[in-house]
């Protein structure tokens, strides 16, 4: 084990008896070593301060009475149960019940689709568009899709940065909007966007979805062929189009 | 939703499950915490730390097993908070129908009541984070937030190689280092 993985075990809570040794003396005698833990501790406790700030911060805007009418349920959320129940149960066993002998799209959509999770927001510049962003951003993390897709595409006329295509289209996925999503999830990856290999895998379920399989697999095959960001996913849903 | 569907939300931080939660027990939890005489204010902030602290109990797998209802485990962590706020610590407040905390459990629960703010040196981390593209942001939280391991990364992201997923975090480190570094200058 060298250094850096013994630094990861630590934090995985994967130190064995004697690796536990050997990280307690390296702490002692190696000042790079202490270095190197040193911040990534400090990390951890920063990212954990922050996000108890930032739920701390949420769950104070909840009243007693709901301050603003609740979003009507969405068509989408028994897919995402249904999807939860698949992830829990494991594909394999759950797909041989439904399996037919041609390609179930939607079936196959609900399987491997789930919203692109927002970790923390990106840096904010300007007050007002500040402002835009952060409540576009908590209307996502909240599901309320119908506000979001409001804000992002406003937003998007006010800034003009490709990362907020991206989360607009995930926010149009989510409401069954596909046609709209492919426009931008494909401008997004025409751009080379940060989070174009994320958005070819989305880019691939729109396509699934509005049943454009050749599509959907020329897209799976691009994703593959940079042998990265989901390509065991990827991998399989291409072979189940087949 | 089962509580198994909600511990399974909990875990991933839904906001929309924290709501729920929050919102559906609040009132009896105000009840509950009757006994204590504390100001409202106080109640509330107490009812708000201890949703923190069942969120990331969950996360710690702490409610995978857990052997009594999720209200009654929020309420057991709202009560031992109470107690502590109104630095009313008694040996024998335990009763019988208390969930029993374990080692694990008191610490998160002691370091949300500390409440301690980002210290000057955190806050550079923050803003550094908030300045790095999306993917080291997400990999950074996953690991050192969310508690997954390289290897659940791996998979959750659909990488092969678990190599990938280290170097990805050992580079995103470093230039996080980098940011950090720079602003000082």
């Known amino acids: ?242 | 939703m089962s509580e198994g569907d909600v511990i399974f939300q909990l875990k991933k931080g839904d906001r929309d499950t924290l709501k729920k939660i929050y919102l559906e027990h609040k009132r009896e939890f105000f009840k509950f915490a009757n006994r204590f005489h504390l100001k409202d204010m106080d109640l509330e902030d107490i009812y708000q730390d201890a949703m923190i602290a069942l969120m990331e109990n969950a996360q710690k797998g702490k409610m995978d097993d857990l052997g009594c209802s999720i209200k009654t485990y929020l309420f057991s962590i709202g009560k031992y908070m109470a107690y502590n706020h109104a630095r009313n610590k008694s040996k024998t407040y335990h009763t019988k129908d208390d969930y029993v905390f374990d080692k694990h459990e008191y610490e998160t629960m002691d370091s949300i009541l500390e409440n301690e703010s980002l210290s000057f040196y955190q806050k550079k981390i923050v803003d550094g984070l908030k300045k790095m593209g999306n993917k080291c942001r997400e990999i950074l939280t996953l690991f050192y937030y969310s508690g997954l391991t390289i290897e659940e990364i791996m998979s959750a992201q659909g990488y092969e190689n678990k190599n990938t997923v280290k170097s990805q975090k050992s580079r995103c480190l470093k230039s996080l280092k980098e940011l950090i570094k720079k602003e000082n200058e």
């Open chain 1, 1 to 242: 084990m060298n250094k850096t993985d013994l630094i990861n075990a630590y934090f995985e809570g994967s130190l064995s008896e004697t690796d536990k040794k050997k990280f307690e003396s390296l702490l002692e005698t190696d000042a790079e070593f202490r270095q190197a833990f040193h911040f990534e501790k400090e990390l951890q406790t920063a990212l954990k301060k922050e996000k108890r700030k930032q739920t701390k911060e949420f769950l104070k805007t909840l009243g007693d009475k709901e301050k603003t009418p609740r979003s009507k349920k969405l068509s989408f959320v028994p897919w995402l149960a249904a999807a939860s129940i698949a992830i829990l149960m494991g594909f394999g066993t759950w797909w041989f019940y439904f399996s037919s002998t041609e390609v179930n799209t939607d079936m196959l959509y609900v399987q491997y689709y789930s919203p692109y999770e927002n970790v923390i927001h990106p840096i904010e510049r300007s007050d007002q568009i500040t402002d835009l962003q952060s409540r576009a951003f908590s209307a996502y993390d909240m599901g309320d899709y119908e506000s979001a897709v409001e804000l992002f595409e406003e937003l998007r006329t006010k800034r003009n940065e490709p990362y907020i295509s991206f989360y607009n289209a995930i926010v149009l996925m989510q409401l069954d909007q596909h046609e709209k999503a492919i426009v931008l999830l494909e401008e997004y990856i025409s751009l080379n966007g940060e989070l174009k290999d994320r958005a070819q895998w989305y880019l691939a379920l729109s396509y699934l979805k509005t049943k454009r399989i050749s599509d959907a697999k020329d897209q799976l095959d691009e994703l593959i062929a940079q042998d990265g960001f989901m390509l065991k996913k990827a991998k399989e849903l291409r072979r189940e189009l087949e």
